[in-house]
T-cell receptor, first 112, second 111 residues
Framework: RKEVEQDPGPFNVPEGATVAFNCTYS??????FFWYRQDCRKEPKLLMS???SGNEDGRFTAQLNRASQYISLLIRDSKLSDSATYLC?????????????FGAGTRLAVHP | EAGVAQSPRYKIIEKRQSVAFWCNPI?????LYWYQQILGQGPKLLIQ????????DSQLPKDRFSAERLKGVDSTLKIQPAKLEDSAVYLC?????????FGPGTRLTVL
């Protein structure tokens, strides 16, 4: 099993739609999780952190299910500007230091 | 606060040539990461520095890749000799708390 697996996408949705992405992880010891957003030809930027069962920020909701080892990202009322790749990120450890393990990303295209 | 600086932004070389990338992280970020992002994939960690010491280089192809951060501030990543499969975006990042801040990346094309 890969350390982090995501829906491959792409997801093509109309403006105003609700869309959800799933991500599964293999390390049951992971405590915190992240969603990063990456626009085309740009660097990844932190979208949301998830430390407990979930987190909500405006139209974005991230949920964590530790028993099933998956994280989801829900986007409500999609905007054209939401078009991007969404990277699921799980922490790991190496040499006593934190590192981040990135999924391959799920591409979202919101159309008029 | 200035962001993470990287140069060059683009580089095209032929296979077997050498190339070097430079990164200057945000001031005060002791941890520095180099990632390789191949088209259609997520960033893959190549090497992690804590100040000027390497803490993880398990995924760095050491026969051709090298990196240094001599003074614990800026860093260089070198590929010598380059292969076609090294074509990717090379991202540098620093860390504050649990958040990583990425530079704009260097897009390398190996012909």
């Amino acid at each position: 099993r890969k350390e982090v697996e995501q829906d491959p996408g792409p997801f093509n949705v109309p403006e105003g739609a609700t869309v959800a992405f799933n991500c599964t992880y293999s390390n049951s010891a992971s405590q915190s999780f992240f969603w990063y957003r990456q626009d085309c030809r740009k660097e990844p930027k932190l979208l949301m952190s998830v430390y407990s069962s979930g987190n909500e920020d405006g139209r974005f909701t991230a949920q964590l299910n530790r028993a099933s080892q998956y994280i989801s990202l829900l986007i409500r009322d999609s905007k054209l500007s939401d078009s991007a790749t969404y990277l699921c990120v799980v922490p790991g450890f190496s040499g006593g230091y934190n590192k981040l393990i990135f999924g391959a990303g799920t591409r979202l295209a919101v159309h008029p | 606060e200035a962001g993470v600086a990287q140069s060059p932004r683009y580089k095209i070389i032929e296979k077997r040539q050498s190339v070097a990338f430079w990164c200057n992280p945000i001031s005060g970020h002791a941890t520095l990461y180099w990632y390789q992002q191949i088209l259609g994939q997520g960033p893959k960690l190549l090497i992690q520095f804590q100040n000027n010491g390497v803490v993880d280089d398990s995924q760095l192809p050491k026969d051709r890749f090298s990196a240094e951060r001599l003074k614990g501030v800026d860093s260089t990543l070198k590929i010598q000799p380059a292969k076609l499969e090294d074509s990717a975006v090379y991202l540098c990042a620093g860390r504050r708390g649990n958040e990583q801040f990425f530079g704009p990346g260097t897009r390398l094309t190996v012909l």
